[in-house]
T-cell receptor, first 107, second 112 residues
Framework: SQQGEEDPQALSIQEGENATMNCSYKTSINNLQWYRQNSGRGLVHLILIRSNEREKHSGRLRVTLDTSKKSSSLLITASRAADTASYFCATDAKLVFGKGTKLTVNP | DTEVTQTPKHLVMGMTNKKSLKCEQHMGHRAMYWYKQKAKKPPELMFVYSYEKLSINESVPSRFSPECPNSSLLNLHLHALQPEDSALYLC???????????FGPGTRLLVL
């Protein structure tokens, strides 16, 4: 089974709204990473959060990590049409990407 | 230089052809990866090299043969592929294994 599983699988919102996607994993980790992939392109690293961190910010991105629940969330605030992409999480415990969340931001 | 480059961008090959995909990074990273990605699916790990040695092979068929000639280069040699091997092949690198990965743009492969 996959180490990281994103939820929801698809999300459609209007520009300016916030988007939240979640990731669950199964084993102990040292870090968890979020990536973005525009259609047919390579993945771009967004943010890495370590197991001793609970929250991390980078621009309009906010990532939380709850190691007791083995889950993480990615919040994109004030979304833009350019945020339309698939978002994946991965952990250092296993180099496996979940199915991803396909985010569509409508102008 | 924070870029991973991959060549070619597109490749069409027959089932009897032999071709190679190339990946290069000049960030001093010691881990390099090959992933295969089918449409609407997540990337699937194929191989991991750490310090120029193969450290992970995810049970990939032998018609895919990786090679790491030096710390900056990673090749994927292809021979006798099947149409179902058509996919986007992604290369990535990181300082060490399981740290933040930097991905190349991929090679889109079509096997006829």
């Amino acid at each position: 089974s996959q180490q990281g599983e994103e939820d929801p699988q698809a999300l459609s919102i209007q520009e300016g709204e916030n988007a939240t996607m979640n990731c669950s994993y199964k084993t102990s980790i040292n870090n968890l990473q979020w990536y973005r992939q525009n259609s047919g392109r390579g993945l771009v690293h967004l943010i890495l959060i370590r197991s001793n961190e609970r929250e991390k910010h980078s621009g309009r991105l906010r990532v939380t990590l709850d190691t007791s629940k083995k889950s993480s969330s990615l919040l994109i605030t004030a979304s833009r049409a350019a945020d339309t992409a698939s978002y994946f999480c991965a952990t250092d415990a296993k180099l496996v990407f979940g199915k991803g969340t396909k985010l569509t931001v409508n102008p | 230089d924070t870029e991973v480059t991959q060549t070619p961008k597109h490749l069409v090959m027959g089932m009897t052809n032999k071709k190679s995909l190339k990946c290069e990074q000049h960030m001093g990273h010691r881990a390099m990866y090959w992933y295969k990605q089918k449409a609407k699916k997540p990337p699937e790990l194929m191989f991991v090299y750490s310090y120029e040695k193969l450290s992970i092979n995810e049970s990939v068929p032998s018609r895919f043969s990786p090679e790491c000639p030096n710390s900056s280069l990673l090749n994927l040699h292809l021979h006798a592929l099947q149409p179902e091997d058509s996919a986007l092949y992604l290369c990535a690198s990181s300082q060490q294994v399981v740290e933040t990965q930097y991905f190349g743009p991929g090679t889109r492969l079509l096997v006829l």
